[in-house]
């Protein structure tokens, strides 16, 4: 089993700056991608961020250009650097991670944390 737990979430202006962290325990040696999804009550969970072991990244469009996901596999940790925030960035994030390097192929969640980015 993998624990992922999450940090960093809050309040924010628009215009402003989160990190969000994400540590990994337990088994994780097996762990590949890991990445960041995030949901607004009613709508569907979308992925905003993933990365694999070897570093490979995929944003959603909406995103690019504005997050930055990074990850130390030393501290089994993955951050997601997220500036110039948007009242429409506003979601619970959750961390997730799995075995395969597709970051779509998700075997663990996070519980997530609440980002709000007020206008």
């Known amino acids: 089993q993998v624990q992922l737990v999450e940090s960093g979430g809050g309040l924010v202006q628009a215009g402003g700056s989160l990190r969000l962290s994400c540590a990994a325990s337990?088994?994780?040696?097996?762990?590949?991608?890991m990445g960041w999804y995030r949901q607004i009550p009613g709508k569907q969970r979308e992925l905003v961020a993933g990365i694999t072991r070897g570093g490979i990244t995929n944003y959603a469009d909406s995103v690019k250009g504005r997050f930055t996901i990074s990850r130390d596999n030393a501290k089994s940790t993955v951050y997601l650097q997220m500036n110039s925030l948007k009242p429409e960035d506003t979601a619970v994030y959750s961390c997730s991670a799995g075995y395969s390097s597709s970051i779509f192929v998700v075997n663990y969640w996070g519980k997530g944390t609440l980002v709000t980015v007020s206008s």
């Open positions: 337990g088994s994780i040696r097996s762990i590949n991608a």
